[in-house]
């Protein structure tokens, strides 16, 4: 932008000379001396202009490509593991949790309709034909409807605990991958930094060209890691969020199924 800045004011400039040039050519400035003026001026921009294109042709995609090539290949290559496990693991979770959520207030509309039309097999149906957690748990629990409240409530907190277990799978590795980038990062750091003072050690001379290229592979890998880290945590807090929302709806719809069944009971 800077260089884009540069040219408009140099042709301003330009561009307000020539006028005035013009202007007062007959009792001032020769015309040869303004040709040779304006020749400069334009031979500047086109310097200009053709420098713009070299110097901004790198987009944010290439220079981070460039910036993860410069870095230590070792410690580099290993926090990309990380962000490509940690995505795909993320990834994985939030559709399985998208499709595992449910309408619940629906839901349970239609079993109270189909229990109290056609009894517990008529919700139980209802239950096989939808999908998710928390039909699953309406029909554990309609399952043992036959036997007791009791049994039946049983039943629906056993299930819900496993329908848990299901929902938070592979979750743990997503945080493994969030606590080990930035480690990776600061531990490429550290050994950049030791070999940095070991150039110096062998030279024998604090010379800044010396270190300067280790220092900055060392920062590069301390970046490359954060970056991993912020990336994999956003996705982390939306599955546990989206977690705490569907074991919520379950423990709801258990409340309203086991009113429910005492309602049904009652009415027999």
Not at 47 to 74: C, M, N, R, V, W
Not at 116 to 130: D, F, P, Y
Not at 239 to 252: F, L, P, T, Y
Request: hydrophobic share 50%.
């Amino acid at each position: 932008m800077k260089k884009l800045f540069s040219i408009m004011a140099i042709a301003a400039m330009v561009f307000a000379g020539t006028l005035n040039a013009n202007a007062a050519v007959q009792t001032s400035t020769p015309a040869s001396m303004h040709s040779m003026v304006t020749a400069t001026a334009v031979t500047l921009i086109q310097d200009e202009a053709a420098d713009l294109p070299e110097e901004e042709s790198l987009g944010f995609h290439q220079t981070l490509k460039k910036y993860f090539i410069q870095g230590t290949p070792l410690f580099m290559g290993i926090v990309l593991l990380c962000l490509i496990l940690g995505l795909a693991i993320a990834i994985e979770r939030i559709i399985y949790l998208n499709l595992s959520t449910t309408n619940t207030q629906k839901l349970a509309e239609n079993v109270e309709e189909a229990l109290n039309s056609g009894g517990i097999e008529a919700a139980k149906e209802v239950c096989r034909n939808t999908k998710g957690p928390v039909a699953s748990i309406y029909y554990q629990g309609l399952d043992r409807a036959d036997e007791s409240i009791e049994a039946a409530e049983k039943s629906v907190v056993a299930y819900g605990g496993v329908q848990m277990g299901q929902l938070e799978k592979n979750v743990s590795w997503v945080s493994l991958f969030i606590a080990l980038a930035p480690m990776l990062g600061f531990m490429g750091t550290v050994i950049g930094m030791i070999l940095a003072f070991d150039k110096i050690e062998a030279a024998g001379d604090m010379n800044p060209s010396l270190v300067a290229g280790g220092i900055k592979v060392a920062l590069l890998t301390t970046v490359f890691g954060l970056i991993v880290a912020i990336i994999l945590q956003i996705f982390y807090n939306y599955i546990i969020a989206k977690i705490d929302s569907i074991v919520n709806s379950m423990e709801d719809a258990s409340i309203t199924l086991i009113d429910m069944l005492v309602d049904y009971k009652n009415k027999k």
